[in-house]
């Protein structure tokens, strides 16, 4: 591939819900850009942006793949992103490096939730954007009906520049309302259209939808508005050049239509992407730090150089592939850059341009276009790469925190030794991920954002590495706690051949605020017991209440204070001071009202409205509070306080629940009482898994 000047490339994310034919439109794209010489199918897995075993097998988007291709002497860098909300994080990461958005919606379904969802990720990102009605060629589709869906949560801004020709299986082209042309397609065919004028029985119709067009062009420009009010129109020349102002400012959002399926449209797309969609110079000045200070940079060739990269990929032959936006400068083959996070130097040799999984060899890249360098070996996701004494760093995205966690287990010792740095390669390239080991329960953990998405991880394992893992719920990491007050003793004294053992103390035991732990106090006066064993005293405490004593899990949230005690001159010791202390702890542990606490989750579910009601009674039979309710859109947006132990299966029950289109967040919260039923079936567990392994040892 030649290389391309920053005004003839343009930067696009493919965004919308899951099976809204995202991978299917961009494969016609190819077709019709000739980077592809047939049309490939999602169903027959062999299109260029689902490359992946895991993708092919599923037959959905888990990953975000670029496919660069060239039309009409501009290079379109195609950013084909996940829909479903398992996977949509990797969208949000990758559309900072998009200039524009194309939101694609289901000719059926209409907007749906994770629709909205990417729509407010180009708001965050201030991305201009079009939406596309896809799918019209199914049964029951309807652009109308698409069209008010996006109407009532997108608002009147969007508005038609395409009309469909035909219905469902009659869908054969789509009317120009911009230049009033007519276009039809062959099905299956190479994606563009025999040009012709409006039939007869659509003129009214595309005249009307013109007219609306031209109107609201017309608002946001007050030479225009005068124009409208003169002639009662626009000539085309103003409205093309009012219609791009009114895009690149966020005020306009065309809507266009086609089937990605059959190919219908694919050319009226890509000349709509060139004309009216902002090269990476047309976005303005970028913001960024520079030696800690905020500042802001224009995307331009003589700027000192400068890359952020968006994505890594962890593969089993080139290694870790780094795929990069060029902010500003232009970068070549073996250019020594500096990653101003590490402060280490790398550098940059092969750079390549991405067609899914083939990488092309290109000597240099301008500012504002997508490339991809193996083998750095410092530089992960969201690092800036720069010239020497440039200290410049572009913000990273905001990625939520993985809402699910499952313990993963080895099955051989072979694969023991080897998951831990397989599962750190795989981490590189999901920020989303989370791999970490449970100071309580001992266990490992991968965390994520549902079932699925760790189920996708431990495939990754067998296939790129060859380690074999087994996924298992994870054990809720429950507290024990004291509700009422204790005054013991705790003495401990052996006598034996020699030296005896003697320790001597005398404590109260009070609870403390949640979240407190634990607090010790020395009110030792008079020298009842030597300074020298008061710390091993506080060391027994603790050691016995790591063991627990209701269901052997950790005593939180307590104050002790020791008051008096006694010792012996020759036998007193350390360990027999710590041994008064474990056993000054058990006295209290009866007498103080112990009582068992289970983690309280946060959860957030975002889910379409008509499924509310549903949801607040599946909430309220996991003992969930509920603490806030708000609808945006068609999106109804449910909070609750849920604990843990109730939420490990919530992902496969929602999905069943609200058909795969609702999505959940969950992040601990606090530390709450277990009812009393719950408590006794935890505590009777717990003591029978003790019978079970003292059994198993005798």
């Avoid at 099976?19 to 047939?38: E, P, S, V, W």
Wanted: contains cysteine.
């Amino acid at each position: 591939m030649k290389v391309y000047e920053s005004n003839d490339i343009r930067n696009v994310a493919l965004v919308g819900h899951g099976n809204c034919g995202k991978t299917t439109l961009a494969a016609g794209m190819l077709y019709a850009a000739g980077a592809t010489n047939r049309l490939t199918r999602v169903d027959e897995g062999n299109t260029v942006t689902d490359f992946d075993d895991e993708e092919i097998s599923r037959k959905i988007t888990i990953s975000t793949a670029l496919a660069a291709i060239e039309w009409k002497k501009v290079k379109y860098n195609l950013l084909d992103t996940p829909g479903f909300n398992i996977f949509i994080n990797d969208t949000k990461g990758a559309m900072v490096a998009a200039d524009a958005a194309l939101v694609l919606v289901d000719g059926v379904a209409g907007v749906e939730v994770q629709t909205e969802k990417v729509w407010g990720f180009a708001d965050d990102f201030k991305l201009p954007r079009a939406m596309v009605i896809n799918k019209l060629e199914r049964e029951r589709s309807s652009f109308e009906r698409a069209l008010e869906s996006i109407h009532a949560g997108m608002g009147r801004s969007a508005v038609p520049v395409h009309l469909p020709m035909g219905a469902e299986k009659d869908f054969r082209g789509v009317i120009d309302l911009v230049r009033m042309k007519a276009y039809t397609y062959a099905p299956d065919g190479d994606g563009k259209g025999v040009e012709s004028d409006i039939p007869a029985n659509l003129a009214d119709a595309a005249q009307k939808a013109h007219e609306v067009l031209v109107e609201m062009v017309a608002e946001g420009n007050d030479e225009l508005l005068e124009e409208f009010f003169e002639a009662g129109t626009i000539g085309e020349e103003h409205l093309l050049t009012g219609l791009r102002a009114g895009i690149l400012e966020r005020r306009i959002v065309p809507v266009l239509c086609a089937s990605g399926l059959q190919n219908i449209a694919t050319d009226l797309i890509l000349n709509f992407i060139g004309e009216f969609f902002p090269s990476p110079t047309g976005r303005g000045r970028m913001a960024a730090t520079e030696s800690g200070k905020d500042v802001e940079r224009a995307v331009s060739d003589s700027e000192p150089l400068a890359l952020f990269v968006f994505k890594t990929v962890a593969d089993i032959f080139a290694g870790r592939v780094s795929y990069f936006k060029v902010m500003s400068g232009v970068v070549k083959n073996d250019h020594n850059v500096v990653n101003t996070r590490a402060g280490n130097a790398e550098r940059l040799a092969h750079l390549s341009v991405l067609r899914g999984k083939t990488l092309e060899p290109v000597t240099e890249l301008h500012a504002g276009d997508i490339g991809a360098v193996a083998k750095l070996r410092d530089t992960l996701t969201a690092d800036t790469l720069c010239e020497k004494g440039v200290a410049i760093a572009y913000p990273s995205v905001q990625i939520p925190e993985p809402s699910i966690a499952y313990a993963v287990t080895a099955k051989t010792r072979q694969d023991e030794d080897r998951m831990g740095n397989a599962i750190q390669r795989i981490l590189e390239e999901d920020a989303a991920l989370r791999f970490y080991r449970d100071p309580q329960t001992k266990e490992f953990l991968v965390a994520g954002t549902g079932q699925q998405h760790v189920e996708v991880v431990v495939n990754k394992l067998k296939k790129r590495y060859g380690v074999d893992v087994a996924l298992h719920s994870p054990k809720i990491p429950y507290r024990e706690t004291i509700r009422g007050f204790a005054d013991v003793q705790g003495r401990h004294k052996k006598q034996t051949g020699g030296h005896g053992q003697f320790g001597d103390c005398k404590v109260k035991v009070e609870p403390l605020p949640r979240g407190e732990k634990f607090e010790f106090v020395n009110a030792i006066f008079g020298g009842a017991i030597p300074k020298t064993f008061i710390p091993a005293i506080e060391k027994g405490i603790l050691e016995a209440a790591e063991k627990g004593y209701l269901a052997g899990y950790p005593v939180v949230d307590f104050k002790v204070t020791l008051y008096d005690g006694s010792y012996h001159d020759v036998d007193s010791s350390e360990m027999s001071f710590k041994l008064a202390g474990r056993k000054a702890f058990k006295a209290a542990m009866a007498m103080a009202k112990p009582a068992l606490l289970e983690p309280i989750m946060k959860v957030e579910v975002q889910a379409p409205v008509e499924f509310a009601g549903d949801l607040m009674g599946d909430m309220n039979g996991r003992r969930g509070r509920i603490s806030g309710m708000e609808t945006r859109g068609g999106t109804q947006i449910l909070r609750a306080m849920v604990p843990m132990a109730e939420m490990l299966t919530y992902q496969n029950d929602l999905t069943s629940m609200t058909q795969g289109r609702a999505s959940f967040t969950m992040e601990f919260d606090h530390y709450d009482y277990v009812p009393a039923l719950q408590a006794d079936k935890i505590i009777a567990a717990a003591k029978a898994a003790k019978e079970g392994e003292e059994e198993e040892e005798e």
